[in-house]
Nanobody
Framework: EVQLVESGGGSVQAGGSLRLSCKAS????????MAWFRQAPGNEREGVAYLESSGRTTYADSAKGRFTISQDNAKNTVYLQMNTLKAEDTAVFSCAADLNTPANWYSSYLYNYWGQGTQVTVSS
């Protein structure tokens, strides 16, 4: 059974930092593409950062220069380091995984496996 479990969310003031973790089990970690998505109330889910099985990373424009996606293969964990947080970053952040390289990494329907999400709240 594939499981993705996020942690690290919380409340922080604007300008602060958080590091989200997504621990995966039940998959051969190195074969999968991983991504972080977020969904704010009333908004559609949007892709934030993507990590291909090759190690290549891609970011949404809103995340470039502030967020970093990385992985620890020994721990089967992918991270999202978020710096210089803004009030508009407030959302539920979820990690996603798929064995296939998605044609468009930011299309959530292309991922088969999802975590339960973790709330990030940034106060201005």
């Amino acid at each position: 059974e594939v499981q993705l479990v996020e942690s690290g969310g919380g409340s922080v003031q604007a300008g602060g930092s958080l590091r989200l973790s997504c621990k995966a089990s039940g998959i051969y970690w190195f074969e999968y593409c991983m991504a972080w998505f977020r969904q704010a109330p009333g908004n559609e889910r949007e892709g934030v950062a993507y990590l291909e099985s090759s190690g290549r990373t891609t970011y949404a424009d809103s995340a470039k220069g502030r967020f970093t996606i990385s992985q620890d293969n020994a721990k089967n964990t992918v991270y999202l380091q978020m710096n210089t947080l803004k009030a508009e970053d407030t959302a539920v952040f979820s990690c996603a995984a798929d064995l296939n390289t998605p044609a468009n990494w930011y299309s959530s329907y292309l991922y088969n496996y999802w975590g339960q999400g973790t709330q990030v709240t940034v106060s201005s």
